[in-house]
């Protein structure tokens, strides 16, 4: 991962049979107003739809902002989506020049047409920032009414990059990361780098500034490969987060409690149910909660004892840190 004096801002696309969201998508980056330079890196996941050809018609236009990228089959462990999607992204992350970076699905766009422009000059402004973000609209189905995530404040504030990471939430793709470890993309888990890890990886050098302005729009399909999963599954990959989230942030291991909250206690709350289903060969669990409840559901009453007694106080200590984190996080905001 090398910087271009040259290139401000890398916005990396990662895309997966969404050839009908390439226009939309492609066109909302291409018309941002900038004065810097930035270029725009698509990578295709395989795609069967014609996402890829789609891809390579708008690089021929624009060969000197869009580089397209596809993903070697042969180096992809199984059918697991998220193990796909995690080495489309660091096989862009590997060829992004800018001094900053964007993140984005394919299916997602911008709606301000100066969000690069204005994420970048927020950055310039605090050097000690390690990231900005802001709040996202939320484009669901039909059935559905659509919303706004992150909405945290009507102005701009900081917040220390351990309180963000304990208290706030957005969407990776609201991000504009500062590009300061080019030996990062080294140490990122090549089968698991999913939204929440996205952001983990590049708060860990200094605070991060919220902005109010609502600049790109999450799509949500009913039909997604995150919705089509089952609760457990997805508390499943939530507590992998848990266990990735401490190893990248060794220091915010009280932080990666709180946010992970909900899905460690789902687990103690299940633990009659047959865990190992969930379980992956490329996206193992080796949480110490995780192992003995797999042991639960088999053991004798001894053990369950042991484990109720063993687990019940963090669990419920936990979420006295959750609430009292919720109420610390208007406490730290520092208005700009």
């Known amino acids: 991962m090398s910087t271009d004096i040259n290139c401000r801002v890398s916005v990396m696309i990662t895309f997966c049979n969404q050839k009908q969201y390439v226009e939309e998508c492609l066109s909302s980056v291409l018309s941002q107003k900038t004065d810097f330079p930035f270029e725009i890196l698509c990578g295709d996941d395989c795609s069967t739809d014609g996402t890829y050809?789609?891809?390579l018609k708008w690089e021929q236009q624009?060969?000197?902002v869009i580089s397209v990228y596809q993903t070697d089959k042969l180096s992809l462990s199984g059918s697991e989506p998220i193990v796909r999607a995690s080495n489309n992204r660091i096989n862009l992350l590997r060829n992004a020049k800018g001094r900053y970076l964007c993140f984005l699905d394919g299916d997602d766009y911008y709606i301000d047409d100066q969000k690069l422009q204005k994420q970048y000059e927020i950055l310039e402004r605090f050097p000690d920032a390690s990231a900005c973000f802001h709040p996202v609209a939320l484009k669901l189905d039909k059935e559905k009414q659509d919303g706004l995530w992150s909405r945290y404040s009507d102005k701009m504030f900081s917040v220390s990059n351990k309180d963000y990471w304990g208290c706030l939430w957005s969407h990776a793709e609201t991000f504009m990361?500062?590009?300061?470890d080019h030996d990062?993309?080294?140490s990122i888990n090549k089968d698991f780098f999913d939204d929440n890890l996205i952001t983990a990886y590049f708060i860990k050098t200094g605070r991060v500034i919220y902005t109010p302005e609502v600049m790109s729009v999450y799509r949500q399909i009913s039909d997604s490969s995150w919705n089509r999963r089952t609760e457990f599954e997805k508390n499943y990959i939530n507590l992998l987060v848990y266990?990735?989230?401490k190893r990248v942030l060794p220091k915010m291991k009280?932080?990666?409690?709180i946010k992970c909250y909900d899905s460690i206690r789902f687990l103690f709350d299940n633990r009659n149910k047959d865990w190992s289903v969930c379980q992956s060969p490329h996206l193992k669990l080796c949480e110490p909660l995780?192992?003995?409840t797999v042991r639960y559901?088999?053991?004798g009453f001894g053990f369950k004892m042991l484990y109720v007694i063993k687990w019940m106080f963090p669990l419920y200590f936990g979420k006295v840190l959750k609430v009292f984190g919720n109420k610390l996080e208007k406490c730290t905001r520092k208005y700009i």
């Open 53 to 55: 050809e789609e891809l």
């Open 62 to 64: 624009y060969p000197d």
């Open 177 to 180: 990361f500062r590009h300061s």
């Open 184 to 186: 990062l993309v080294n």
């Open 243 to 245: 266990q990735e989230s």
């Open 254 to 257: 009280k932080q990666c409690f």
């Open 290 to 292: 995780y192992v003995d």
């Open 297 to 299: 559901r088999e053991s």
